[in-house]
């Protein structure tokens, strides 16, 4: 095969300006000498975001692992949380470092996210909240969650990691929940270098989250909780500011790509592309393929066939949280409760997706999958 790529492709590549444009915001920095502690870039950026997710209340931080782990703080969670096995670990792990019990729920066939309807079976005396994942960006049945959540008297957080800018029925997918967590990590569409958020719906609740995020204190003499230093720098945030302009270009992009593979894969048998709901704005953070038995290679056979042409795809979501050492003995995480997740996870390949990418190499993507039907046997 003729590929027309020289380079390893990865899944993804992380969204970076001009690095001239940069310089001014560090400049500001080194005259103005304030480094971090909600200085003026991390409270530009909290405003910025607001407005662009279409939020009321936004709290910064280093990281999307701290943000959750901060935000189960703030609701005083404890005992056992229910949640998804088919997320990145930092979900359960938030949990662990909390002392607080995951029970992993399985996943709905269609969205790979937490199916409500297995979720009551799954609630004991000890559940006090719900911790799903808008996987690969794509809302979750937050009507359905919500109402179990009513009945029973629980809080929900939504690691919604890859959910930046996604709409669902008319607002940010954000606005759902108690509250929702977010990670701007480098992988992610919307990146500042390390970082992540708690989005929140009233000030009361942002000024618990901002004291726990900087040590508990209130003022300069009185601590009120055992906070953690969760807090975004000025660099961090300044950058932020910059990649927010750069933005809608990268989405517009990503969504021309996804449209691409769509088209180009429509008519391989086998492959199955996840498509999202009817009246979500979705944001194409990944594109995830599932590898049916229709499709003549094992789903690790065709991953390696990527490997070999230097396409560097990933299993997102491989293994499954609930198969990690530290899980695996948990009754919730018995592999025949979880079998949608434990399909989907031997199934699933996360293709490359990114600004950028050119469409001669989705091609040849495309190609490296459609190969078993189209190579003609030659010696
Ligand atoms: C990236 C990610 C996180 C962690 O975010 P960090 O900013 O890397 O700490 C948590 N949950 C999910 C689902 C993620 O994809």
Known sequence: MNMPKKTPVYVTQPLLPDLQDFLPYLE???????????????????????????????CLFANGTLALMTALQALRISGEVI?????????????????????????DPVTLNLDPRKIEAAITPHTTAIM?????????????????????????????????GVRHQGTSVLNYGDL?????????????????????PDAK????????????????VTVVAAGINGKMSEINAAFGLLQLKGIDAAREQRRAIDAAYRVQLAGVPGIHCLTAGEGDAANH??????????????????FGALREQEIYARRYFYPLISDFPMYRDMPSAAPARLPIAQRASSQV????????????????IVAIIAAPFTTTIDS
């Open 205 to 220: 609740t942002k000024l618990r989250i901002d004291r726990l995020k900087n040590f508990g204190f209130v003022d300069e």
């Open 132 to 164: 799903p994942v808008h996987c690969y960006g794509q809302p979750c049945d937050v009507a359905s969650i919500e109402k179990i959540a009513d009945n029973y008297n629980l809080k929900v957080i939504y690691d919604a990691a890859h959910a930046f």
């Open 83 to 107: 949640t998804t096995p088919y997320s990145f670990v930092a979900t359960a792990h938030s949990l662990l470092w909390n002392g607080i019990k995951p029970v992993f729920v399985d996943v």
């Open 180 to 200: 929702s967590v977010i990670s701007f990590h480098a992988t992610k569409i919307f990146n500042t270098f390390e970082g992540g958020a708690i989005i929140c």
């Open 349 to 364: 390949i996360c293709l490359p997706i990114y600004p950028g990418l050119a469409d001669d190499i989705v091609a040849a």
């Open 28 to 58: 500001t920095i080194w005259e103005n000498k304030v480094l971090t502690n909600a200085g003026p870039f991390h409270q530009q950026l909290e405003q910025a975001l607001c407005d662009y997710l279409g939020v009321k209340h936004i």
């Open 285 to 302: 953070a990944y594109f995830p393929i599932l590898v049916g038995p229709a499709y003549p290679l094992s789903r690790d056979q065709l």
